[in-house]
Structures are given as C-alpha cells and as structure tokens.
C-alpha cells in the first residue's frame, strides 16, 4: 500500500493531495451535471446546477486562479442561480413534473453527445498526452486587473456596453405595456 | 498535475450540456444546460491561461463569465414573455414559424 502510494507521489510529483480531491470533486460535479439534466423538478435542477458552479469554482482555484473562483461565486451562485429561481417562480406552470421526453429523442441525443466526447477525448489524449500544469502560487488579482485596463481595456468596454444593451432589452422585453 | 485532468472535465461537462439541450423540452432548464456548456469553456480558458502562465485565460473566463450573466438576463425575459403569451415554456409547442 505504502508502495503504491511511493509510485503514485513519484509519479504525479508532490500533488497526491491536489489528485485526490481533484477526483472527488471531479466525480460530484459530473453527477450533479447528469442530475441538472435528467432531474424532472426544474428547481431540483436549478439547486444541482449550484453544485456544479461551486465545483468550477474551486477548479479555478486548483488552477491558481482566485480571482475568477470568486467573481465564479458573486456572479453565478450569487446572481444567475437567483434569476433562474426566480424565473421558476414567474412561469409556475413547469414547477412541477417535467415532460417526458421521447425514447428515440433520447436515445439521439445520448449518441450526439457520446460521439461529441469521444471524439473531443481522444484529440486532447492524443495532444496533450502527458503536458503538466505547474502552478507555485496563485495569480495576483493586480496583474489581472492591470491586464483588464490595459491590454485588454477595448473588450473590457465592449463587455460593458452589452452588458447595459441586455439590461435595457431586458427591461423592455419583458415590461407589460 | 496533468492539464487533461481539466481538459477532460470540461469535456464531459460541455457534452452533459449539449444533451441537456437537445432534450430538454422545458426553456428553463435549457438555460441551465447552456450555463453548463459556457462553464465547460471557462475551465478550459483558464486552464490553458495556467499552462501559458498568461493572466489572458483569466480575463476571458471573465468576459465570458459577464456576457453569460447577460445572456440569462436576456433568455429570461424572453421566458417570461413566451410564458405570458402561450401560457406554456415548453420548446416543442414553440412551432409559430414553422413553414
């Protein structure tokens, strides 16, 4: 046991620890993803959808990647999983039992995305077979933002503007008049 | 640890989405689907932003986190305003344009 665990630190380096509860949070995010999904309650999906955003989250954090776990946190568990409640809310007519759909629509869409991952899982077995992440130490939150208002200030705008246009369409789909 | 480890992920997890979308009936939980495909494509952005050791994989993941929130402000809406018009979300009955 001792042994393996040797190979298996000399193997992966020093990052036993990090494999592990990579795997663990790995395997909860593929199953509350497959809930989200095949759940016929659209708030139990909406609540499993939480637990996939929370697992990116601390994907992002095994990456070093701080700042955008914690906008990944503010923005999606924070905001959208409230506007999705909300929208549940709003069109009570799906809160209970989903469709069921049909057997060969099924059976369809499982090919499509069985085929869609094989083919997605052997071109990056096939191109990045054995490349390593290396990650010290986090990435500051100042070279983030330096890069946001500096070198990349114009989409930054950009983001700003859409993000005011789809406010104002919102309002403006949505508002009885 | 490997970078296919997070590759691999976000590849289940945008193939989980594009099912969701293909057979959810149900625009809610359609949206929902999208949100798994969109944070598939964030894990990979910063994934190789990690492997490049460029803080461009961060910036992006949150463009990309920015122009989700307004599209599900936006899907909502229209939503809202599919459900007030036909009392019903459900994509199938969706066929007004249909030649």
Redesign the interface.
Known sequence: MSALFAAASAD?DI?VA??VF?GLI?IT??WA??R??TTSN?VH??LW?VV??GG?AV??L????E??AV??VL??IG??IV??L???M??R??MGA??S?ARE??T???V???L??AV??VA??DS??????V?DEP?STT??SD??FS??IV??EA?SV??L???V???V??R?D | MLLNQFLVLAAILFCIGVYGVLVRKNAMLVLMSVELILNAVNINLVAFGALNDDVGGSVFALFTIAVAAAEVGIGLAIVLLMYRNRRSIDLSEADMLKG
């Open positions: 992966a990052y990090q494999n990579f790995a995010m593929i993803a497959l989200v999904v659209v999906a909406a959808l996939v955003l990116v994907q992002f095994f990456l070093g990647a700042f955008v906008t990944q923005v999606y905001a959208v506007l999705f909300f929208g549940v709003l069109t007519a799906s989903d469709e759909v629509k099924r369809m869409a499982t499509t995305a069985v869609l991952f997605m899982a990056l077995i990045f077979e054995d490349v390593r992440l990650i990435q070279l983030v890069s946001i070198q990349y989409p930054f983001v859409l993000l246009a789809a406010l369409g919102a309002i789909v949505a009885r």
